[in-house]
C-alpha cells in the first residue's frame, strides 16, 4: 500500500548539536548496560553449569552459555539502541560534516555545496588521510580543490537541477538534472538527512515535494519467516551447541527486523517545475557546524 502526500516545500529546523551530544551520552548508556547484562548473565550461567555438572572446568558447555549471553547481550542493546536512539540527528559524526560540505570517507567521497553549484568530489583510498586533514582543517574545501587535477570532480549547476530524491532507508541523495542522475554517497542516513536539509534549501520555494510511504508487510513476513525456520531447524536438531549458532546467525538480523516493522520506507521527491532563476537563500536552514566554521560566499 502506498500513500501520496503532496505540499509545498519549506525547509524545517534540523536537530540542534544538542541532540548530536545527547545521543552520543545514551549509545554510551546503553552500551555499558549491554556490557554490564553480558559479564552478569555469562558469570551466572557458567557458574551454574560448572555446579550443576559438579566438574570445575571450562568445556564446551560453558562456551555455549558465554556465546549465548552474548546474543542477550546484543539484542539488548539493538533493542534500547533502537528505542532511545531512533531519532534523526543523533548519529552525526564530528568531523565529518558541515553546513556546506560532507565527507564519507568510507565510500571516499566529499559533497560540496557552492553559491551556484554542487560539487561531488571522489577521491582513491590512497588519499583518504590528506583528504581527511584538509577537510577538517577547511571544511569549505578549499584546500582539498587545490589538488583537483588528482580528484574525480563532478560539478552540478542548481539551476540545472530538475529533480532531489531521497529515501529515508537509504544513506543516498539523487540529484536529476536533464544531462542524467548523479548518486550522493553519505556516511550514514542521519548525515544524509542533514545534507538533504542544505541541499533542498537551494531550491525554489515553490519546488513540489511528493512522498511515497511504502508498506513494509513483505518485508516483516519475509523476515519472520526466515528467523521461525531458524529456530525449527535448531529445535529438530536439538544440539545446544548448533542452537547456539544459529541464535547468533538470527540476533544479527534484529536490528533490521526492528527497523522495518517499526519504521515506513518513505520515499521523497523534490521537484522542480521550472530550474532557472530561483533563490538559493530563502530556505537555508541554521548553521549546525561540527568542524570549522565557514564563511558562506551566499
Avoid at 120 to 141: G, M, N, W
Avoid at 214 to 239: D, K, R
Avoid at 287 to 297: A, C, G, H, L, R
Amino acid at each position: 500500500m502506498q500513500e501520496n502526500h503532496f505540499y509545498s516545500f519549506t525547509a524545517e529546523p534540523i536537530k540542534s548539536l544538542m541532540n548530536q551530544a545527547q545521543g552520543l551520552r545514551r549509545n554510551h548508556r546503553v552500551r555499558a548496560a549491554a556490557v554490564a547484562l553480558f559479564v552478569v548473565s555469562g558469570a551466572i550461567g557458567v557458574g551454574y553449569k560448572i555446579t550443576a555438572t559438579g566438574v570445575f572446568a571450562l568445556g564446551l558447555p560453558e562456551f555455549c552459555v558465554v556465546v549465548q549471553a552474548a546474543i542477550v547481550s546484543w539484542i539488548f542493546y539493538a533493542a534500547m539502541h533502537f528505542m532511545f536512539l531512533n531519532e534523526h540527528g543523533y548519529d552525526l559524526k564530528e568531523g565529518t560534516y558541515s553546513d556546506v560540505s560532507w565527507l564519507d570517507a568510507d565510500s571516499g567521497n566529499v559533497v560540496l555545496l557552492e553559491k551556484n553549484s554542487l560539487i561531488h568530489i571522489r577521491f582513491e583510498p590512497t588519499q583518504l588521510e590528506t583528504v581527511k586533514d584538509r577537510y577538517c582543517a577547511d571544511s569549505s574545501c578549499a584546500s582539498v580543490l587545490q589538488d583537483e587535477a588528482d580528484l574525480d570532480v563532478s560539478r552540478t549547476r542548481w539551476s540545472m537541477v530538475t529533480a532531489v530524491l531521497s529515501r529515508s532507508s537509504e544513506a543516498t541523495i539523487d540529484i536529476e538534472t536533464s544531462y542524467g542522475v548523479t548518486s550522493l554517497s553519505f556516511i550514514n542516513v542521519d548525515t544524509k538527512e542533514h545534507a538533504l536539509k542544505y541541499i533542498t534549501a537551494r531550491l525554489p520555494a515553490s519546488a513540489l515535494v511528493v512522498q511515497k510511504e511504502q508498506s513494509n508487510a513483505m518485508s516483516v513476513i519475509a523476515l519472520m519467516a526466515g528467523l521461525l525456520t531458524l529456530i525449527a531447524g535448531a529445535l529438530l536438531v536439538g544440539s545446544v551447541l548448533f542452537t547456539t549458532i544459529v541464535g547468533g546467525v538470527a540476533s544479527l538480523f534484529f536490528p533490521t527486523f526492528l527497523e522495518v516493522l517499526y519504521k515506513p520506507n518513505i520515499e521523497t521527491v523534490f521537484r522542480v517545475s521550472n530550474a532557472y532563476g530561483h533563490d538559493y537563500e530563502s530556505n537555508i536552514p541554521p548553521s549546525t557546524s561540527s568542524v570549522v566554521p565557514v564563511t558562506k560566499s551566499f
